[in-house]
């Protein structure tokens, strides 16, 4: 996902206004539901939704689609035949003005797909890559990453990598280069457990990771040099009264010996970590299994609620998934894993710079449909995932991952605000 430190408003201050924790002396639910002061539902700044596209996309006035690479294909204009099941993705810069969109394959997955001979073999999985020129056009894609297992999301870093994470109890994290020159490298020290996501801090060279388990952990790796992940330690956060945040060693990131989110007594459980992002200083962290997003401030080192479904009539935004801050506005974009029965959305988490205590307001995006998108209640459903901007800020990726049985993945294009 390129630049996970654009700059933007002080979150710390939007976040932690009006939060009623004095008073706490535990944690546990009564303490989580008193800590949150969600987002609230409001009108998207981009208007209403219009009828479906040729992909099945409802967008607002102004705004296009295309499909950029679809499973089991060529992506347009090269001989190479596109993943399936795209997932994690991210943007990185060239040197002639354009951009390099990096994309993961979720496989094997559990769904049972008509194609012979079946796919879905244990080292099946990996990540791809898109290169367009400066005015979008599409002139070449490859493979950046072989022999892996479910590659689900990951993170960019701030030195121009790919991090594929892959979601498995024996995953681990890999370095990829973006052009496909480098071989990819694996990264045993950031710990053996399913990972979802990670986020680099620029300033610190600490990464924050996201675990995809019901009963899941939030970590951070702190290397022992900065812009190197080879080695460092693994650390568990255990969140305390009032938010504050106290991060611990996990004695055995290979798990060797047991899995690393038992391996600390105390350490706090997440339901199930998903997309993480790191923008101006605060982490977002979304958790599917309760759809919250979480922001931990990195300096304060203190976590809060930033939305919270439970606390809206009728919610616009269930089942959150990969998450982006936009460089332009600051504003928030968060995919839907699958968000049945109002499924496949991307929502807009809109905040104010010119009121930075003022409650962040959160909308709908787009909306995908169609049954090209599947049944919501089907094992074929799809999910939304992947969502980024390209460098420039003016295209937005994102993935329907099992759209026509394969995934499919598609940029909007538009009048996307910027800052005021």
């Known amino acids: 996902m390129e630049g996970k430190n654009g700059e933007g408003i002080n979150r710390r201050e939007l976040i932690g206004s009006g939060v009623a924790a004095a008073g706490l002396l535990a944690m546990g639910p009564q303490f989580w539901e008193a800590l949150a002061r969600p987002a609230r539902k409001g009108k998207s700044p981009y208007g209403p939704l219009g009828a479906p596209d040729a992909n099945g996309l409802r967008l607002p006035a102004g705004f296009r689609s295309r499909a950029v690479a679809r499973g089991l294909l060529p992506v347009s204009g090269t001989l190479y035949l596109w993943h399936i099941f795209s997932d994690g993705a991210s943007t990185f810069r060239t040197g002639d003005g354009g951009w390099i969109l990096v994309s993961n394959s979720e496989l094997p997955t559990p769904v049972d797909l008509p194609i012979d001979p079946p796919i879905g073999n244990p080292t099946e999985g990996g990540a791809s890559a898109i290169r367009f020129a400066s005015d979008g056009r599409i002139v070449d894609a490859y493979r950046i990453l072989s022999g892996t297992s479910s590659n689900c999301a990951g993170g960019a870093t701030p030195w121009g990598t790919w991090l594929s994470c892959e979601e498995t109890d024996t ?44 009963d899941g952990c939030f970590y951070r790796f702190r ?198």
């Open 171 to 214: 995953g681990k994290v890999w370095e990829c280069d973006p052009a496909g020159r480098r071989k990819a490298v694996v990264h045993p020290a950031m710990g053996t457990f399913s990972h979802e996501a990670v986020c680099i801090d620029r300033k610190t060279g600490f990464a924050y990771l996201s675990e995809d388990d019901a």
């Open 223 to 420: 290397p022992k040099r900065k812009g190197d992940l080879s080695a460092g330690r693994l650390e568990v956060a255990r969140v305390r009264r009032r938010g504050a945040v106290e991060w611990l060693r996990v004695p055995d990131p290979s798990a060797a010996t047991g899995p690393t989110r038992e391996q600390v007594s105390g350490a706090t459980r997440f339901k199930r970590g998903e997309g993480i992002w790191f923008d101006s200083g605060t982490v977002y962290l979304a958790t599917t299994g309760d759809s919250r997003i979480w922001a931990y401030d990195a300096r304060r080192q203190r976590m809060k609620v930033l939305y919270n479904p439970k606390r809206i009539l009728n919610p616009p935004l269930t089942d959150v998934d990969n998450i982006t801050v936009a460089k332009r506005s600051g504003d928030i974009y968060v995919c839907e894993d699958n968000g049945a029965p109002d499924p496949f959305d991307i929502a807009l988490i809109v905040v104010d710079p010119d009121r930075p205590r003022a409650r962040p307001q959160v909308s709908r995006f787009l909306k995908l449909t169609g049954i090209e998108h599947g049944d919501p209640n089907s094992s074929l459903a799809s999910e939304v995932a992947g969502v980024c901007f390209n460098p420039r800020g003016d295209r937005l990726y994102f993935a329907s991952q099992r759209a026509l049985g394969v995934g499919v993945v598609y940029e909007v294009s538009g009048p996307f605000r910027g800052r005021r």
